[in-house]
């Protein structure tokens, strides 16, 4: 019965890397009002799970918006 639990939040290293920026990348977004919504346990931050897919949804309708690719055309 090893049946893990869901990861309901990352941290701010692990979501980068799962967003494929850097953190330096991500901590802009945030001065600028535009990174995803995070919260802190003790001294850490983290996104939660949903906030991350909020987040990369508004950069996708954002990309859209402004004329960018939103896929590849084979």
Known sequence: MGTEA???A???RE???S?????SFFYRLCREGQGP???KVGRRRYVGVEA???WL????ELTAE?????GRQA
């Open 15 to 17: 979501f980068c890397r």
């Open 10 to 12: 990352y941290a701010i």
């Open 57 to 60: 949804e508004r950069r996708e």
């Open 19 to 23: 967003a494929r920026i850097s953190a």
């Open 66 to 70: 402004v004329g960018g690719r939103t």
């Open 52 to 54: 991350a897919r909020a």
């Open 6 to 8: 869901p990861q309901l």
């Open 37 to 39: 919504t995070t919260f």
